[in-house]
Structure formats: C-alpha cells, structure tokens
C-alpha cells in the first residue's frame, strides 16, 4: 500500500515522540485513524472534543513535548476551540487537527461547512489547509516548528480527499522539530543584577513555572543573599512545602507573611513569572525581572532592569556575581510570619474541627498527604482552587498543573487524562469543585475505557461558589438561584461508568475514604460532601472591598427578610 499524506503526518508524529492522539472519530478523520491504526501512536477516542484538547494541553504543560488532538468537520472541530486555549494561555506545544469535506464540497455550503482557518486564528500562532499532497511535507513543519517555537497552539485543517491520498515527499528538518531549548542572558545585565541586589538590603525572590529545573539555583541564591523564596501558583510544586526557604504562595493563593514581605522589601526578585495581579505587587520602583518572554519584562510592575534569559543558566551566573549577604533579620522575620500562617491552616484542615460536616480545607489537606510522592495533581477552577492550592503540601517532586492563565471550569479531568496517558503507573489526581466536574464528567468513560487510572475528587458543595464571592466582594447580593444546583450521586456515577466510587459526608471517615479511594485499582470518583459557607483566607483586603462585603451581606439579609 502506498503513502498517503495522513501516514507522513502520523509517521512524523511518531517520529518526534508523540504518543497518542486524542481525538473523537468522525468520516473526515478516517484517513488519520487508519494511518494511526497501522502506527504505534496511540488513539484515545474521547466523550467530547474540548476533552481532547484538554488532554493534549495536559500533557504539554507537564512534559513541554508536542500534545495532538483532532476533531472532525464542522462542530467537531469547534468544540476543540474552548480546550485549546488551555495550551495557549499556558505557552504548552500543541498540534490540532481538524478533518474536513473533500475539496470538491468546499463552498457549496455544504452539511458541517465552516471555515476552520479562521475559526483558529485566534487560539493559534499557526493554522492552514493542507490543499495538496505536494504542500503538505511542508506545511506539517512549519506547523510543528510553530507551535515548539512560540510554546502554544499550531491547527491544520485536514480534507478528507488530501490526507487519504498519495502522499509526495516527506516532511523536512524532523530533527529540528523538538522543545525549545534555554536562552542565555547576557552577561552585561547579569552584572547589572548582582549590583542592585548587593545594594540591596531586604530581597525577596518570586519564582514562577519558567523556574522549574532552577530548585538548585533558587536554594543557593536564596542562602546567599538570606532571602525567602515566594511563589505563584505555577512555581508552588518547585519546592518541598517544609523548605525551610519557601515561603508560600502570593495573592489570594498565598500568605499574609509573603504579601508583607512583597511590600517591605528593597528589591523584589521575579525569575519566570509573568504574575497577573498587579494589587499584590509592589507600587515602588524595587522589581527587577528575569525571563525569557520578552513580552513579560516590565509589564506588571515598577520594573528598574530586566534580564533577557532563562532563569537557571541566569542564576547560576549571578551567583558567581553577587556578593554573600550576612544579616538573616529580615528572612527570620517572614519565617516567623510562615509558621505563624501554617499553624493557622493547621487548624483549619483539622478534620475535627467539625463533628458533624466536612470542611473543604481538609479534603485538601488529606489528599494531599495521603497522594504518592511523585503524584501529579490537576486542579479545576473557581473556590476549590484556593482549597487545593493553599492546603495541599506538596513533595518537590509533584507536579502541579492547573488553568492558572485560562482560569476556565471544568479542565481538571481532561488535563488528568491526558496527563496519566503519559504514565498509567503514576498517581494524577484530579480535585474539582462540583460545577467544574459537572460540565466536562463524560470524560471519566474516557478514563474508564482507555484504562487511565485517574482519581477525581470532587468538592461537593452544590453551588458556583466562587461566583458567590466574587458578588459579595463589588456589594452585590449574590444571586443564589443561578448559583446554586442539585447534584447527581458522583459515587453511583463513577460505578455505573464501570470505574470505583466513593462518598464520604462524615469528617470521621475522611482521610479513611480518601486513602481507599487513592490506593484502588482503575479510575475513581471521591464525592466529598464539603460546608457551602466556608470562606477562603484573605492575604490581603482593600477597604473598599471591606465595605463592599458589609453592602453585601445587609442586601442578603434584607432579601432574606423580604423573600426578594
């Protein structure tokens, strides 16, 4: 059987260490999954096209490779579209495919017609046809090379009748297509840093996902120059919780110890992060930058000077450059400030805290400890996020992935599928609010049918609840008619999908339930019936918020009074 231009896209594929694509069947796929079938890619056939996205974007954020996936014409390449923005709001390599009508139906407004070039503009840094066999070696590079170079989404789209024919020539440069590799800054600007630090007297480094691979180099510095270490929520699995330099985590996800020290300090130190919430930064002119995004530098902050580089061979240098530091008063302080802060979420993750319900705080707390020590977790958005991330004490070698740009509801499972697909003997745990899991759950057949021993956990508390906070916080009464909802057993779900369910209401038996239900065999669902009222730590609160919480609550009691 000869070539078609679908085997030269799967062969390259598999070429450049892909290993499965996901994907839900459709007729203008069926050349690609016949050329998958005869590949040793692996084809998991999803319950919805978001989830393939999702699995894909799940996979390039843990592993920094290429993640594929692949929808049919029209809505199955639509319903693509929201999942890929995971992977593009997250800077992770992912191809997307989208099958369509042979040519010769191609503006006769024909069943399914869209028009996928454009529909992908905006998610993609790169999207074409492929309109002929002779096109396609060299349209399959660019797309590849795109989406490794600009770390985000590159979309062909696929008619039925060029993929199922003959192909000419093989893709170009397929060595040349892999993960970008690190820039050096240079070395004039590494002198400029270790100046300012050494003139420095309180300095505080915040680490984001691009210090990843630097742990060594954030260590050293941070004993050099006696400076805490801080995080976002990207940067917190760099780290041990219990590392005596890491301090936690900024903003809402973070600590009261790190927003004072953010605001005391004399040179705030942000190495691969692209923070978004400026109201957590400092206002002075103290930030100087290191990263390897040039569109990052200086747009968050009072930014005095910026580094062009990679954030590990960056350190490494500026520790041959910086002067050691000997006064530890200030580090000692924010450590004091840390454990003072730690006891506090100590006693709020305490399952006794309550005799007779379970606090959302100690779901996180228990999956957390009870999790192997190399567990990847995948957090859904809204309430539960803050639950995950401010309780959770994660090893130093778990991984945390999470839609920390997008900020979309209902990703955690498919991120979770695509990321256990990887390794089905590693731990990935999936902790999703009600509402998130409520949109996407067809995605735990994906799990049971291909085998992905994924562990869902499910904050059960029957509403949006972070919709309710964030009504309360600009005065408004929230509207609990649209945030509220009944929900379905999960525990029966998960057993008539052919995987384990749990359910535990009683703080007794929560660690117990958790801890069975991480140690089964297959995929699983833990409904954890949570309090609906409980209110999340504030590291920081304006005052105008203050007086937009109090409108709030008298509007509430005037509705409650009043049956408004």
Known sequence: ??????????????????????????????????????????????????????????????????????????????????????????????????????????????????????????????????????????????????????????????????????????????????????????????????????????????????????????RALSDRLKAPLIHSVKGKDI??????????????????????AVMRCDLLLMAGTDYPYANFLPTRPVVVQIDERAEVLGRRAPTVFAALGSVRPTLARLLQQVGAKSDAGFFNEVTRARHKWDEMLDRQSDPARSKDRIHPQAVARAVGDLAAGD???????????????????????????????????????????GIQALDRARQVIALCGDGGFNMLMCEFLTAVHHKLPVKVVVYNNSAFGLIHLEAESIGLAPFEKGIQFPNPDFAALAQACGGRGFKVENPAALRDTIGEALACEGPAIVDAVVAADELPNLPHVEFAEIAHFAQAKIREAVLAVTGG
């Open 1 to 218: 059987m000869s070539q078609t231009v679908a085997d030269m896209l799967v062969g390259t594929l598999e070429q450049i260490g892909v290993k499965q694509i996901f994907a839900l069947i459709g007729d203008s796929l069926n050349p690609l999954a016949d050329a998958v079938r005869r590949s040793g890619i692996e084809w998991i056939g999803v319950r919805h096209e978001e989830g393939a996205a999702l699995a894909a974007a799940g996979q390039a954020k843990l592993s920094g490779r290429l993640g594929v996936c692949a929808g049919t014409t029209g809505p199955g390449s639509t319903h693509l579209v929201a999942g890929l923005y995971e992977a593009s709001r997250d800077h992770a390599p992912v191809l997307a495919l989208s099958g369509d009508m042979p040519r010769q139906l191609q503006g006769t407004d024909y069943i399914q017609t869209t028009k996928p070039d454009l529909l992908f503009r905006d998610v993609a840094l790169y999207t074409e046809t492929i309109a002929s066999p002779a096109q396609a070696p060299a349209v399959i590079h660019n797309a590849i090379a795109a989406a490794y170079a600009g770390r985000g989404v590159a979309h062909l789209t696929l008619p039925q009748d060029v993929i199922g024919a003959g192909a000419q020539g093989a893709a170009p440069g397929v060595a040349t297509l892999k993960p970008r590799g690190e820039i050096d800054a240079a070395q004039s600007d590494i002198v400029e840093i270790a100046r300012r630090i050494d003139q420095a007297g309180k300095v505080v480094i915040m680490c984001g996902a691009g210090c990843h691979g630097a742990a060594q180099e954030l």
């Open 375 to 417: 567990a990847v977790f995948t957090f859904d958005t809204g309430l539960n996020t803050l639950w995950s991330a401010n309780w959770i004490r994660q090893s130093g070698a778990q991984r945390i992935i999470g839609s920390f740009n997008n900020a979309a509801v209902g990703t955690a499972l498919g991120q979770a599928n």
């Open 239 to 260: 780290m041990a919780y219990d590392d005596p330099r890491w301090m936690g985590g900024i903003g809402m996800i973070g600590t009261k110890a790190v927003y004072d």
